[in-house]
């Protein structure tokens, strides 16, 4: 039986807790704020940046660093050790979002003892989150509670596709990071048509592409959503010139209209857990503010 449980990623600390195991936690990483009782566990992961930089300033970081052959993040294997997990959650999906796969199963190697599982997430798109919950389920003994978690979510999402079925459908731009200019890919189209909007800029699924402003121009956004990765929303404000001093930037429509949101990625959208569908509601009221009012999580997002 799985007592001990170590989770190097805010989204599968989500998950722990969500699946009712928040007793059965005794480290997280250094991002991991949710829920607010998870503060104060045992860190295992520091970076090697720092994050409170400008997205310029962090994506050259990280470049330097990936190119280097190095990890972004350091695992603190003392503590590891001194922690004894029976099951260490962790993720493959992105190299740049958590300590690497490899990293982790080389420290249980050397440093725990073989017994120890593994569990390496992989989200895509929406149904891969799901997967994911019920493979943390699986290897708790937690299938129901995850079946009774993912339907609820469901029912959730589908009350939102109901809300916004016949209603026009602005077109968005989510963006994940401003410096290089980053569309969100992912699971983000998915949630943006749940949410009743139209999204040209990525397929489901595919992982975030660079975009050049000219393409942004030429998509002419009627709606435009920031979210850089792992920011919150001070931080992503402070961001905001690497947009707004662009040439055209005034044109677009969307700020012509006064549709510029910045929303809480570090929260909700960059994190593929339970509070998904937070992120689905809070898009569905910043597209239809009227037929979706009191959908979004108080203080979720601004507008510019």
């Not at 990623?9 to 991991?32: F, M, N, Q």
């Not at 493959?92 to 120890?116: R, Y």
């Not at 029912?155 to 200019?181: F, G, N």
């Not at 397929?203 to 393409?215: D, F, M, N, V």
Request: aromatic share 4%; glycine share 6%.
């Amino acid at each position: 039986m799985i007592e001990r449980i170590i989770s190097l990623l805010p989204s599968s600390t989500e998950i722990v807790c969500a699946l009712g195991l928040r007793e059965h936690l005794v480290g997280v990483s250094h991002e991991c704020d949710y829920p607010s009782d998870v503060v104060g566990l045992p860190i295992l992961t520091e970076p090697k940046l720092d994050p409170r930089g400008s997205s310029g300033d962090i994506d050259t970081r990280v470049r330097e660093i990936v190119q280097e052959g190095l990890s972004v993040y350091r695992l603190q294997t003392e503590a590891l050790q001194r922690l004894k997990p029976d099951l260490i959650v962790t993720q493959d999906q992105c190299e740049v979002c958590a300590v690497s796969l490899p990293e982790v199963e080389n420290a249980v190697q050397c440093f725990l003892t073989p017994d120890v599982t593994v569990v390496s997430l992989r989200p895509e798109k929406l149904d891969d989150i799901w997967t994911d919950i019920r493979r943390v389920a699986q290897a708790t003994d937690q299938e129901k509670a995850a079946e009774t978690l993912i339907q609820d979510a469901k029912e959730r999402l589908q009350k939102i596709t109901q809300k916004t079925r016949h209603l026009s459908r602005p077109r968005v731009a989510c963006l994940e990071w401003l410096d290089p200019l980053m569309a969100a890919g992912n699971w983000i189209p998915e949630l943006v048509d749940i949410a009743g909007g139209e999204y040209g800029l990525v397929e489901a699924g595919a992982h975030t592409p660079t975009l050049t402003w000219e393409a942004l121009v030429a998509y002419q956004p009627e709606v435009i959503v920031i979210t850089p990765c792992g920011f919150k929303i001070p931080q992503s404000q402070a961001d905001l010139p690497q947009l707004t001093t662009q040439p055209d930037w005034q044109a677009l429509p969307a700020v012509q209209q006064n549709r510029v949101y910045v929303a809480d990625g570090n929260a909700y959208y960059n994190r593929p857990g339970p509070r998904i569908v937070e992120s689905a509601e809070i898009l569905a009221e910043m597209l239809h503010p009227e037929a979706c009012a009191g959908m979004a999580v108080p203080g979720s997002y601004v507008r510019v």
